[in-house]
Every structure is written in C-alpha cells, then in structure tokens.
C-alpha cells in the first residue's frame, strides 16, 4: 500500500518547492528511488522533483504545475497513518509560504489500484466530528435559551438564570479551541 497526497499551493517554481523540501526533510535521495515498487524502473527520475526516505517512508515528489504537488509516501516500517501525518506537517510546513492545503489523501492498495481510506484536513473537517459538534450545538442551545429567558420568563433575574448556561457555553467554547488548535497542527482525519 502508498499514500497519495495532493498538495496546492501558491505558485512557486520547482527550483523554489525542491530547496524547501530539502530545507525541512533531508537532501534529495535519487537512491531511495530504486526501493520503490513504482519508482523503481528509472522512468520516472526525470519526473520526479524531490525523493528522501526516513526509517519509516519514502517520499517521492512529483510538481504537477507551479501551484500543485503530487506527493507519494510509501511506509518502509511501523504505522502508515503516522508516516502520512509526518509527510504532510513535513510538507505543510516546508511550503508554509505558499499556504500549503491538501487537495486529497488517499490510502492505495497496490495489487489493484483502488484507493480504501481517505483523509483530510481544516476547520470544516474538525466541525464535523462527532466529539466536536455535540459540545458546540449544546453551547449555541445554552446561549439561546439563556437569551431567550432572561428577555421572557427569567427577567426578574437574569444573573441566576444566565449561571445555567455559562457552563453550556464553555464547554463549547473549551471544544472549538481544542478544534482550531487540532486544524493549526495540520492534523489527519480518517475516514
């Protein structure tokens, strides 16, 4: 199984994107290359812009155009969903400049071709989620019936009945910073 990530970002030359990657990975690897089932064959080195391999990846790069990168990522050893989330805070990070946004990551069986796992990335991503929308709705209902009965039924005191909903309102408030600093760290959603 590989990786395959899209990565856009904003223009930049191959020249530019090359000595970034080189600049947050290590120096361009052409032997890591001949370890690749895909890359193996020598057809692909002129296509290729930018190849490392850690203990636990390889990383192949391939520009696309001047605003997208195509990015494969085989596992060599340990957990294939880690060696993606390194490449992509690798990448992210060595294109910071260029705000970097995953277009695509797929997960791809190598006998037949088909992708079976997904992931992405962002604010919508981290909104989404289960363990993040439910606080959040409870917090946006907490402060709704809060305005609603200190306007109506609890106007005579306002300050005892907005006490109810204050911890509503934290909670959802202590869930969607939790979510924005999960979306700065460029984490991986799987699905």
């Not at 636990?56 to 520009?63: A, D, N, T, V």
């Not at 992931?119 to 929308?133: F, H, K, P, S, Y």
């Not at 202590?174 to 979306?183: D, P, W």
Request: glycine share 8%.
């Amino acid at each position: 199984m590989y990786a395959e990530l899209w990565v856009g970002h904003s223009a930049l030359s191959k020249d530019v994107v090359k000595s970034q990657l080189i600049s947050k990975f290590n120096e361009d690897n052409r032997a890591a290359l001949k370890d690749s089932p895909f890359f193996e064959s020598g057809k692909w080195d002129d296509v290729v812009l930018y190849v490392t391999q850690t203990p636990s990846y390889r990383l192949m790069c391939l520009p696309i155009h001047d605003e997208e990168l195509q990015v494969y990522v085989e596992p060599v050893k340990g957990d294939v969903l880690q060696a993606c989330q390194s490449a992509w805070q690798g990448t992210r990070n060595a294109l910071s400049n260029a705000k970097p946004r995953l277009s695509s990551l797929k997960l791809v069986d190598n006998e037949s071709g088909k992708d079976f796992m997904s992931a992405t990335t962002g604010l919508r991503t981290e909104l989404w989620r289960r363990e993040t929308l439910g606080p959040i709705l409870i917090g946006i209902a907490s402060a709704v019936y809060a305005a609603i009965g200190m306007l109506t039924f609890a106007s005579s005191e306002p300050l005892k009945f907005l006490s109810g909903a204050v911890t509503g309102v934290i909670g959802a408030l202590v869930v969607l910073g939790l979510a924005i600093r999960e979306v700065r760290g460029g984490r991986l959603r799987w699905q």
